[in-house]
């Protein structure tokens, strides 16, 4: 059984930071695409960014330069380091991990930025 496993998010002024963690667990994580989505209030889901098994990121256009993405291996686990947050970056953020052929998903943590 595939397992995702977030941090509890927070909340933040504007301009603060935050990092978000995602441990998987059931299966070999260092071979399969993790990323993280998230869904603000009222609006639909976008994806925010990817890290590819060999470390490789890709990140939304709202989020480059403020957030990075990385994966430890040896921890099974993904982060989403936040800089400069804004109140548009207010939603709750989803792990997923890409097992072909299917995406297994974390609970979802909330991250409120106020101004």
């Known amino acids: 059984q595939v397992q995702l496993v977030e941090s509890g998010g927070g909340s933040v002024q504007t301009g603060g930071s935050l990092t978000l963690s995602c441990t998987a667990s059931?299966?070999?994580?260092?071979?399969?695409?993790m990323g993280w989505y998230r869904q603000p209030p009222g609006k639909q889901r976008e994806l925010v960014a990817t890290v590819a098994e060999g470390g490789s990121a890709s990140y939304a256009d709202s989020v480059k330069g403020r957030f990075t993405i990385s994966r430890d291996n040896s921890k099974n686990t993904i982060y989403l380091q936040m800089n400069t947050l804004k109140p548009e970056d207010t939603a709750v953020y989803y792990c997923?991990?890409?097992?072909?052929?299917?995406?297994?998903w974390g609970q979802g943590t909330q991250v409120t930025v106020s101004s």
């Open positions: 997923y991990q890409y097992k072909a052929p299917y995406t297994y």
């Open positions: 059931g299966v070999i994580f260092s071979i399969y695409p």
